[in-house]
């Protein structure tokens, strides 16, 4: 089956600070999604994106679908951003990469 | 609009007991889908309903059975609980306008198993 990875696995920050969040994917997917798990084990939508680039406020993704990988853009950090960001793909079922810890510190 | 919603917010059971549970999907949404994240890990795939019938299944065992109502509603029963189905148990929707196949998660359910 497909496997999705993503890196890094941990990542800290200052307030203020950018970064760059990656996923890979070993073979064609029909969809990929970002997602952040709050605190509580919510996971909000952050994009639907199987290719091209989109923005939301600080936020913006890219998929290269051709490539196999998509790239998560967070701009200006701030603590709420803080939590772990999972991309999920998907061929005949959903998979999900293990995730990249984000902490924002003060 | 409605969002997705899971009950109960938290269940402890014992080894080898049963348990049900349920998940109201998104408004307008016809695709429920099931997902198993235990401590640190990525969600896993459990499986999918799609009108009432299953439509994938992840690498789970047969004790691990759903159903999908007519309302899109849907339940995930789990039986003969092992120490390892601790977790959170979270269920997704999706519909068939806007982008299709996008999930929205509801809250979870927090299973502990004693």
């Known amino acids: 089956g497909i496997q999705v990875e993503q890196s890094p696995p941990d990542l800290i920050l200052q307030e203020g600070a950018n970064s760059t969040l990656r996923c890979n994917f070993s073979?064609?997917?029909?969809?990929l999604q970002w997602f952040h798990q709050n605190p509580w084990g919510q996971l909000i939508n952050l994009f639907y994106i199987p290719s091209g680039t989109k923005q939301n406020g600080r936020l913006s993704a890219t998929t290269v679908a051709t490539e196999r990988y998509s790239l998560l853009y967070i701009s200006s950090s701030q603590t709420t951003d803080s939590g772990v960001y999972f991309c999920?793909?998907?061929?005949?079922?959903?998979?999900f990469g293990k995730g990249t810890r984000l902490h924002i510190l003060p | 609009e409605t969002g997705v919603t899971q009950s109960p917010t938290h269940l402890i059971k014992t080894r080898g007991q049963q348990v049900t549970l349920r998940c109201s999907s998104q408004s307008g949404h016809n695709t429920v889908s099931w997902y198993q994240q235990a401590l640190g890990q990525g969600p896993q795939f459990i499986f999918q309903y799609y009108r009432e019938e299953e439509n994938g299944r992840g690498n789970f065992p047969p004790r691990f059975s759903g159903l999908q109502f007519p309302n899109y509603s849907s339940e995930l029963n789990v039986n003969a609980l092992e120490l390892d189905d601790s977790a959170l148990y979270l269920c997704?929707?999706?519909?068939?306008?806007?982008?299709?196949?996008?999930?929205?998660f509801g809250p979870g359910t927090r299973l502990t198993v004693l």
């Open positions: 999920a793909v998907t061929d005949d079922k959903i998979i």
């Open positions: 073979d064609s997917v029909n969809n």
């Open positions: 997704a929707s999706s519909g068939t306008s806007g982008s299709l196949n996008e999930q929205f």
